[in-house]
Antibody, heavy 121, light 110 residues
């Protein structure tokens, strides 16, 4: 059974940093690209970042470029999102999501339960 | 405001059919596959349709997808109260190199 379990969310002050992590199991992690998608309270879904299966290529939402870093450890089947210079508008539930293939796609077939990040003073 | 445009809400009676539209452009829907996601209240989204009209294992054939030009449509037949949820379309955008989501449509089964 495919499982994606996020951890590391919480409350952080504006300008602060936070890392959310995702533990993957039940599938061959190295065969799939991975994605972070976020959802602000009462709002829709927003794609944040992609990383290819081998970790060699990454894409970011324009508004998080230079502030967020997506990474993966294929030996540990884990995915991270390091967030810095956080702003109130980054407050959201962050979902760890598996892409349907090893490439880029809008097909996202397994989602974690999400980690809540709140940026507030 | 999302690049992909969906109606904010739709409603229909149990047993009826409903369609949800998703309008984009030539750089996204016009050239790429479309997926649809269902988000039940308080839960994570779930893949409903991918590659325009394919259903993952376990998704009933009451759900269907189609695409014409720069628009895509999700159809749901035999509506059930359990279908009440938010529905999102998604596609790749060749100009932005991003995954785009529609703004979401809230389905109410009256």
């Amino acid at each position: 059974e495919v499982q994606l379990v996020e951890s590391g969310g919480g409350l952080v002050q504006p300008g602060g940093s936070l890392r959310v992590s995702c533990a993957a199991s039940g599938f061959t992690f190295t065969s799939y690209s991975m994605t972070w998608v976020r959802q602000a309270p009462g709002k829709g879904l927003e794609w944040v970042a992609n990383i290819k299966n081998d970790g060699g290529v990454k894409h970011y939402l324009e508004s998080v470029k230079g502030r967020f870093t997506i990474s993966r450890d294929n030996a540990k089947n884990s995915l991270d999102l390091q967030m810095s210079s956080l702003r109130a508008e980054d407050s959201a539930v962050y979902y760890c999501v598996r892409v349907c293939s090893s490439g880029w796609s809008e097909c996202l077939d397994y989602w974690g339960r999400g980690a809540r990040v709140t940026v507030s003073s | 405001q999302s690049v992909l445009t969906q109606p904010p809400s739709v409603s229909a009676a149990p047993g009826q059919k409903v369609t949800i539209s998703c309008s984009g452009s030539s750089s996204n829907i016009g050239k790429n596959y479309v997926s649809w996601y269902q988000q039940l209240p308080g839960t994570a989204p779930k893949l409903l349709i991918y590659d325009i009209n394919k259903r993952p294992s376990g998704i009933p054939d009451r759900f269907s997808g189609s695409k014409s030009g720069t628009s895509a449509t999700l159809g749901i037949t035999g509506l059930q109260t359990g279908d009440e949820a938010d529905y999102y379309c998604a596609t790749w955008d060749n100009s932005l190199n991003d995954v785009l989501f529609g703004g979401g449509t809230k389905l109410t089964v009256l």
